[in-house]
């Protein structure tokens, strides 16, 4: 497995940027953080396209930068896609997708033509011009493009921010299958937290040209003490398994912490799926009551407690089963509960937003 690696500095004079990250050489990395922290100017310079003297950058064997020697970026062997598809507006659909591809010796093409039309749903868009697609057409047809040079590492830079909510929606299945099905590690550059969420298995997020975390997305999800760049975002990911379709409209989705009622789902029992649970949305008690209307409630340990980002609040993170959950309640509640790391709590899950 080629590991990414990054370790460079940059200064610029109202900016700097401090990068030291060992990376899995698969799967999803998000790159997350808020506006101006500095994700498009680390990826540009993991692609050379932003000079980083005295920074190293290798993916695997291959050394791209070190003191002694600097591969410029396009023999580097990664794909960029951006928030807008830059496709040759002269050039159909299909002639685009082949720019690279062409271009690449053919020992060295790792996917074929009809695997990746077929991979993000293009073949009836072949023969159409740029303009004869929407914006979500666009940039399936640019992640073919990226795809089609046969990348060892594909950068992706917000690819769906120009897409209003239903193309988002409508693209980000087809992300997914790239990401599964292509044995190619993704760096995803993203400030959308529920974006990560779905797409993510890895994070990094950045903050002021600092990275402040970086590890397997439940683990940089469920801290405590980063939050504040997820702000009223915060919370984890679950990985359940849908056990039964309930009689009165409701399926069961089971996780080692226990049994989450949601509205019928469509997927057949046995389905893994993803839920996102927020903080926001877990209460916490300390007695199993049940003479109320919230239908989910698991056992759980606190592990730690932090101020939250909303004044007033804490954010708590708890353990259920394994599986992380955060928790947002007020300092008061906090005091009156004397809530402290060890004890078991109830936790309340109040929403639940399924990711597949
Ligand atoms: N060419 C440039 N010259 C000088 N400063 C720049 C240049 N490009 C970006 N910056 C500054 O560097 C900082 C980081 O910018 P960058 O675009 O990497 O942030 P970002 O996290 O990708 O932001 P966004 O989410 O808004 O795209 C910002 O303060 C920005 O103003």
């Not at 300390?286 to 909303?310: F, G």
Request: proline share 6%.
């Amino acid at each position: 497995m080629s590991q990414l690696r990054a370790r460079f500095s940059l200064y610029r004079p109202a900016f700097s940027l401090e990068i030291d990250l060992h990376l899995p050489g698969r799967g999803v990395t998000a790159l997350f953080g808020p506006s101006g922290s500095g994700k498009t100017t680390c990826l540009r310079a993991i692609a050379g396209l932003e000079r980083v003297p005295g920074g190293h950058v290798s993916l695997g064997e291959q050394v791209w930068q070190d003191d002694r020697h600097f591969t410029p970026p396009h023999q580097r062997a990664l794909g960029m896609v951006f928030q807008e598809a830059s496709l040759f507006a002269h050039l159909n659909a299909r002639d685009n997708l082949l720019f690279g591809y062409r271009r690449t010796p053919a020992h060295e093409r790792r996917f074929g033509e009809e695997e990746v039309v077929e991979l993000l749903g293009i073949g009836g868009l072949l023969s159409r011009k740029p303009h004869q697609l929407s914006g979500g057409e666009r940039q399936r047809v640019g992640i073919g493009r990226a795809l089609l040079t046969s990348p060892q590492l594909l950068l992706m830079d917000e690819p769906l921010a120009a897409l209003d909510l239903r193309r988002k929606q409508e693209i980000l299945p087809y992300l997914e299958k790239v990401t599964t099905q292509l044995e190619i590690p993704v760096l995803y550059v993203s400030h959308a937290p529920d974006e990560v969420a779905r797409l993510a298995d890895h994070m990094v997020v950045l903050d002021q040209g600092r990275v402040l975390a970086s590890g397997a997305l439940n683990d940089v999800l469920g801290r405590v003490d980063v939050p504040a760049v997820f702000a009223d975002d915060a919370g984890t990911v679950l990985s359940v398994t849908l056990t039964s379709h309930e009689d009165d409209a409701l399926s069961r989705l089971s996780f080692a912490g226990g049994d989450i009622y949601v509205a019928q789902q469509p997927q057949p029992v046995g389905a893994q799926l993803r839920c996102r649970v927020h903080a926001r949305d877990i209460s916490l008690s300390l007695s199993a009551a049940t003479d109320d209307s919230i239908l989910n409630r698991v056992t759980a340990q606190i592990e730690a407690l932090a101020p939250a980002p909303t004044p007033g609040h804490v954010l708590v993170r708890l353990n259920a089963g394994g599986a992380p959950l955060l928790a947002r309640v007020t300092q008061r509640s906090a005091r009156a509960l004397n809530l402290a790391p060890g004890m078991t709590v109830f936790a309340q899950i109040k929403a639940v937003a399924l990711l597949d």
